[in-house]
């Protein structure tokens, strides 16, 4: 075995030891992480042209390589200047910043790729001419308050089982209520970005972890699609 393919992959091995440390010790990595996959996953979900997927991944490359620099600059900084000092604060806000400006350019990006199968997906899935009612809804915010407790109560054991967001399970529900009947859909879209904002300050504050936000939006969804398809059959 040569020493160049010797020192090739020994760079290989510590660039992957770099990712591995950033997405073991860093939230925002973490979270990073997640929505490209999820990305990925509605891309070929509705089979985009390869000029959206490139520009996809080019945003999350981005994303990511941006979330790396600022892990680096930040552990160096941390290491040059122990101690608080103005200069050190500088040089981490500038890196945050390029993280933020990647974030930016990711959610145009995905605005503008996502928009118009999404909208073709929501007006096949409008249920106009199903009843709805001040009752039907809170009968589902019922439905979906009482699922949460169900998994909560029935299936935690001791805290193995991640426990779903309530509050989240709520505003997903309500945004997908708001989905199924408007004929905008950039109403629904906004729907669900006050959701995703509801989403983001809970992760902020650190009151529950990323997989129980995610289980409670998925059964705030889930259950108001599966009532309101069960009352479109009646």
């Known amino acids: 075995m040569s020493d160049g393919f010797r020192k090739w992959r020994r760079s290989f091995r ?32 509705f089979q985009l042209p390869k000029t959206d997927i490139l520009f996809i991944l080019l945003a999350v490359t981005l994303m990511i390589v941006t979330e790396l620099i600022n892990t680096a600059v930040e552990k160096a900084v941390d290491l040059a200047m122990p101690d608080r000092h103005p200069l050190a604060k500088i040089a981490k806000d500038v890196a945050a910043a390029s993280v ?37 809804i809170w009968v589902l915010i019922a439905l979906v308050v009482l699922t949460v407790i169900v998994i909560e ?26 989905t199924l009947f408007v004929t905008l859909t950039i109403v629904a879209l906004l729907a669900y970005t006050l959701s995703a904002l509801i989403f983001m300050i809970l992760y902020d504050k650190k009151t529950r972890p990323f997989p129980a936000l995610i289980l409670g939006a998925l059964i705030g969804t889930a259950v108001t699609i599966l009532a309101f398809a069960c009352l479109h059959l009646l």
């Not at 030891?17 to 990925?40: P, S």
């Not at 933020?100 to 929501?122: H, K, Q």
């Not at 299936?155 to 708001?178: C, E």
């Open 14 to 45: 510590y660039a992957y030891e770099g990712i591995k440390y950033a997405l073991d010790t860093q939230r925002n990595m973490k979270f990073h992480f997640c929505v490209a996959f999820l990305v990925l996953l509605a891309a070929l979900f």
């Open 100 to 136: 933020l400006v990647s974030a930016g350019f990711a959610v145009i990006v995905g605005m503008i790729v996502f928009f118009e199968p999404i909208d073709r997906l929501f007006r096949q899935a409008k249920l106009q001419n199903t009843p709805i009612s001040a009752g039907t």
């Open 153 to 178: 109560t029935r299936f935690s054991d001791k805290g193995k089982l991640v426990r779903p967001s309530l509050l989240v399970a709520i505003a997903f529900a309500v945004s997908t209520v708001i």
